[in-house]
């Protein structure tokens, strides 16, 4: 199992080992109240984010920093070909009317333009202010209107009308350019005649305080607040976790490293990995859609080293596993498989950092088994050549995590906002917990409130939200962010992200519930698509759920039924349902009694981006999805508690 050995000998190089270490505060109890970890680099003094490129080909002219997909082949984008391409896109912005911090928003699924335009906005003197390319003309009217953006490039014909629509009554309404269209050579003709001098000056004029861009957050309730990010929150996100994570990964793989990008340029998380790629000159690929059908090939063509996902993409892969098994009759296997990869994970890591034995000759045999049957196909699944992936956005189940890690791929877990350039606290590399979302990134500190909310501050923390003063004081104190989330620091300064302050569930008997481990267990699962457990102010937990179509369509198909078979039928059988409680019942294992979910309810149709019950980063809106099925909601709980029989299945 080659990451077992690549941890093996990158514990052996005690400089890399450690590089983390974290100063703790603990209280009166000994409680950890406070983590905080010395950064890597030191903020710099001068000098902006938009200098990377020129960087990358003055120093390293040949070197191959970016990959772009071009008439089905992975064609390579040299550091000088894509600074030139930044320049002439920069000279086209500025010809086109862009002042020096006038802003553009971007409206695009992740593609190479993407980037090419970000860097030459910031090279134009400009703030880049992206945009959803699901977002609602609504969304655009008051993104545009309160950012104050002045053009905005869009990547089809359709976002094109959208923000035609959202922007029609604006006194002047934005200047709309066209990625499909060819809007980057209409561009670079159109800044021809501009000096290359103008864009080196407009350059030199950015210093680590300048605003880089204007983020709206997607908002689970409200209207989305516009969290203001300068170069250096940039530079301090992007050269800190470079240094902790870079350095490891090229000595333990030996292999030239490479990602393909999926997530939404549209969110921090994305951006940030792409400004640290460029930093560190790691090969970039873009795809443009997380759905695993459209996602899988990609991987297999560009067979990245590592990669950087969402939750989703790791159940899906999982639930992906087990439908091929059971298709060839060997859904027991993968199910075996599954479990032994849990306990495998668990005890290697146990016996890596010297907390257990390892595993024992018999759980050595069944790895070695399905490692031929299973977990090799699930490696197939991420490219072939992936050893590590970080996963951010919502807490990762930590038995999916191990299995994970069985199957050869360690997956380190992060935790960051908006506010916080994307990761604010990272699993260091040396040093994996599954079930938690690790340390501080260098130069950050996490203190726990008196009321258990996480608090943030460092370098990689906003200054404000633009236009929103009073949003602003309600959340930063003293230089600390308070995040809205709940969590805990174990006695190494690891932090346990519990739920969200505003979801918190307080039953009639008085029981405090944070809905979101359940949540994530039940996701983890075949069958579950999207769930949300309520309970709040009700006698117990209940859950409502969704079913995955992917996953149904495969579980009617291995039963020879009907592929219209409609939900109200399926959600009657109960064969299905016996499958469900299943989900249910792994759940339940997380929590007390009194936590657990004692009914369930399937229902009709998905959360999606469309039907306003997810965010565009995937998030539920739980408001939303409370008032969409209130009846649902209201059937769980009528009559009394539920029976014996509800209880013993619970």
């Known amino acids: 199992m080659g990451v077992r050995k690549d941890l093996k000998r990158a514990r052996k190089r005690v400089g890399l080992a450690s590089r983390t270490e974290v100063e703790l505060t603990r209280d009166s109890t000994g409680t950890v109240r406070e983590a905080r970890t010395p950064r890597l680099v030191q903020d710099p003094t001068t000098g902006s984010t938009a200098d990377l490129p020129f960087t990358n080909a003055a120093e390293a002219p040949n070197a191959v920093v970016l990959r772009r997909r071009e008439h089905g082949t992975w064609s390579p984008v040299t550091a000088e070909s894509f600074a030139a391409e930044v320049t002439a896109t920069a000279k086209g912005l500025i010809a086109d009317g862009l002042e020096p911090g006038g802003r553009v928003a971007v409206m695009s699924r992740t593609r190479y333009e993407w980037t090419v335009l970000d860097f030459a906005i910031w090279a134009a003197g400009g703030q880049t202010v992206p945009v ?24 089809t014909a359709e976002n094109a009308d959208t923000v035609a629509t959202g922007t029609a009554r604006h006194p002047e309404p934005p200047r709309v350019r066209q990625l499909d269209a060819h809007a980057l050579a209409e561009l670079a003709a159109l800044g021809r005649d501009i000096p290359d001098k103008e864009v080196t000056e407009r350059r030199a004029a950015l210093t680590p305080g300048t605003t880089a861009t204007v983020c709206y957050t997607s908002g689970t309730t409200g209207r989305p607040k516009g969290c203001v990010l300068t170069h250096a929150n940039l530079h301090a996100e992007a050269a800190n976790t470079v240094e902790l994570l870079h350095p490891v990964f090229e000595e333990v793989t030996g292999q030239t490293a490479s990602t393909l990008l999926f997530l939404p340029l549209a969110h921090i998380m994305g951006r940030t990995l792409q400004i640290a790629c460029l930093m560190a000159r790691i090969e970039v690929g873009h795809c443009p859609s997380i759905k695993p059908d459209e996602l899988r090939p990609a991987l297999r063509e560009f067979r990245p080293t590592f990669l950087v996902g969402v939750p989703y993409l790791f159940e899906k892969i999982h639930h992906t596993g087990r439908a091929t098994a059971e298709k060839i009759g060997r859904a027991a296997s993968f199910d ?19 907390t257990g034995k390892g595993p024992g000759p018999g759980l050595y045999a069944a790895w070695a088994l399905y490692d031929l049957l299973v ?13 590590y992936a970080i996963s951010g956005g919502s807490p990762l189940d930590r038995d999916l995590n191990l299995f994970f890690y069985a199957a050869g791929i360690i997956v380190y877990e992060g935790y960051g906002l908006t506010e916080t350039t994307a990761a604010a606290t990272i699993v260091p590399p040396l040093r994996p917990r599954p079930g938690t979302v690790g340390l501080p990134v260098p130069g950050t500190a996490v203190r726990i409130a008196d009321d258990g909310e996480v608090l943030i501050k460092g370098g990689v923390v906003f200054g404000a939200y633009w236009n929103n003063p009073a949003a602003t004081d309600a959340v930063l104190r003293d230089d600390w962010f308070a995040t809205g989330d709940l969590g805990s620091l174990d006695g190494d300064g690891y932090l346990t992200i519990t739920g969200r302050k505003k979801d918190l569930l307080i039953t009639s008997g008085g029981k405090n519930v ?15 698509g999207q769930c949300v457990v309520v309970g709040d102010n009700r006698p117990y937990i209940a ?9 149904v369509a495969h579980w009617l198909a291995v039963r020879r039924l009907p592929a219209d078979t409609p939900l109200s039928e399926l959600a009657a059988d109960p064969r299905i349902r016996a499958d469900v409680q299943k989900a249910v019942d792994h759940a339940n294992e997380a929590v007390s009694r009194a936590e657990s979910v004692r009914r369930f309810t399937l229902v009709a149709g998905e959360f999606t981006e469309d039907n306003g019950l997810l965010t565009p ?25 539920p029976g014996a029989e509800q209880e013993r299945r619970a």
Request: proline content about 3%.
């Open 543 to 551: 859950a409502l759920i969704t079913l995955d179509p992917e996953s």
């Open 132 to 155: 959803y390319a699901t977002s609602s003309a609504e969304q655009v009217d008051w993104i545009v209107r309160d950012s104050g953006a002045r053009v905005v490039i869009v990547e």
């Open 375 to 387: 977990y090799r196909r699930i490696r197939r699944e991420l490219g072939g050549r992936a050893r």
């Open 336 to 354: 075996r498989a599954d479990r032994v990869g849990v306990r495998f994970g668990e005890a290697y890591l146990n016996k890596f950092l010297g």
């Open 617 to 641: 980063s995937l998030k539920v809106r739980r408001h939303a999805v409370s008032a969409a099925y209130a009846g649902e909601i209201a059937a769980l709980y009528d009559g009394a508690a």
């Open 514 to 528: 944070s809905p979101a481990v359940l949540e994530d267990r039940l996701r983890s699962r075949p069958l579950v």
